[in-house]
């Protein structure tokens, strides 16, 4: 089993070596996992032998039943793909490779949405040196229908691993946009526009570069409306910038020829993976990220007006001792209208969720609670009701050691 320690209050993030190993000073040991409910393990799909790296999961064909989009990297002789697992009933999925090559290789993230208004949820794989569109058809299930291009500049010179994309109206003009970030070099959070037409074939996306100056290695977007403009605004995290590798980025009068006005957000060093999601529920949306090296989930409380100075230090959600943090989501899992925190980790493999102590602060003790431990290595995880009970669910890429173990798992959340 393997545990976190969980430490209190208000720390400063960056300052790593210190706190590995610590407690919180007069508190009590839990003494093991305050919930204690098993999560069932099911699986999706086993044998796959083709490396899965990250998953989502979206009603795709419009059954009621979420279905799961899962990203192979692929080895050897086995390409990478992208594959969609129909939902049948929760033990039984359909499994449809809807794209497959060399193109697809590196693929690290997923976006699901309908870009061309065609009432039909696209998928957007960021992938090594290129953003792929892959477009639905009328029947998302027929396998030869699905088409696959290549966003315009994204590609090319420059280019190296797209790490994370999202989708959303940027400009409020001709449909969804895509936001990508880049590692580099250099790195960049860049969003591109939707095109009036040719949206289908990937070819008329314009690309325009939020920031390609002080985003080295950047790992993670998402989009909110932080300046309660009406308009979306960008948050980003860049592990390879020492300073403000959490920040968010205004939305101007005009994205496409504006300046985007850089906030920080927080000093968590080497910070990567990245949520957002009102912690402290006070109508706010807060920034959730996580610090491999340091072994961290730190966290930031969005102020009344977030281009006022955010609380740099921010909060430790939890400090692990040995495992490291791999991906971090957020959902209220109990029912309780209070989100909860969950976590992945490799060396070793285990999958923790975390609920605040009653009577929820900014210095409330993350107490940590147990999903399971696996021997395969995790991947990016994601976070649905599979079952329709109404309670998410957590679904899992799992890579063996032995790539014909490979598997996409879900764990049945036994919260009532």
């Known amino acids: 089993m393997h545990r976190s320690f969980r430490i209190c209050g208000m720390i400063c993030l960056a300052i790593v070596p210190a706190l590995m190993g610590t407690g919180c000073p007069g508190l009590p040991d839990p003494g093991g996992f305050p919930r204690t409910a098993a999560w069932q393990r099911r699986t999706i799909n086993s044998g796959a032998a083709q490396r899965p790296a990250v998953v989502a999961v979206a009603d795709l064909d419009g059954d009621g039943k979420l279905d799961v989009v899962a990203g192979y990297t692929g080895e050897a002789a086995a390409g990478a793909a992208v594959v969609i697992f129909f939902q049948e009933s929760p033990e039984s999925f359909t499994a449809v490779t809807i794209s497959s090559g060399a193109e697809l290789a590196g693929i690290a993230a997923l976006a699901i949405g309908d870009l061309d208004a065609d009432t039909h949820s696209d998928i957007i794989a960021a992938c090594n040196g290129r953003l792929i569109y892959l477009h639905s058809p009328a029947n998302p299930r027929t396998a030869g229908g699905w088409t696959r291009s290549t966003i315009d500049q994204s590609s090319g010179d420059g280019f190296a691993q797209w790490n994370d994309v999202a989708i959303g109206d940027i400009d409020q003009t001709n449909g969804p946009d895509i936001v990508a970030c880049n590692a580099g070099p250099p790195g960049r959070a860049s969003w591109y526009r939707s095109p009036a037409a040719n949206i289908a074939n990937g070819t008329g996306w314009t690309r325009i570069d939020i920031d390609a100056t002080t985003r080295t290695n950047a790992a993670s977007v998402a989009l909110a409306d932080f300046s309660l403009d009406g308009r979306l605004d960008v948050v980003s995290t860049a592990p390879g910038e020492a300073l403000n590798p959490v920040s968010w980025y205004r939305n101007p009068a005009n994205p496409q020829a504006d300046a985007w006005t850089k906030f920080s957000i927080?000093?968590?060093?080497?910070?990567?993976?990245?949520?957002?999601?009102?912690?402290?529920?006070?109508?706010?949306?807060?920034?959730?990220?996580?610090?491999?090296?340091?072994?961290?989930?730190?966290?930031?409380?969005?102020?009344?007006?977030?281009?006022?100075?955010?609380?740099?230090?921010?909060?430790?959600?939890?400090?692990?001792?040995?495992?490291?943090?791999?991906?971090?989501r957020a959902i209220d899992l109990t029912g309780d209208s209070q989100p909860n925190v969950v976590v992945a980790t490799n060396t070793g493999g285990t999958l923790r969720w975390f609920m605040p102590t009653p009577g929820q602060t900014q210095t409330a003790q993350w107490m940590e609670n147990n999903i399971a431990d696996v021997s395969e290595t995790i991947g990016r995880i994601a976070l649905g009701d599979i079952n329709g009970n109404g309670r998410p669910d957590v679904i899992v890429p799992l890579r063996a050691a032995n790539a014909a173990n490979d598997s996409i798992v879900w764990f049945e959340n036994p919260e009532p």
């Open 266 to 328: 927080g000093n968590l060093a080497a910070a990567s993976r990245m949520v957002i999601a009102d912690l402290n529920v006070d109508g706010r949306t807060d920034v959730i990220a996580l610090n491999a090296p340091g072994r961290q989930i730190g966290w930031y409380v969005r102020p009344a007006s977030a281009t006022n100075a955010w609380t740099s230090a921010g909060f430790l959600l939890t400090q692990y001792t040995s495992a490291t943090p791999v991906d971090v």
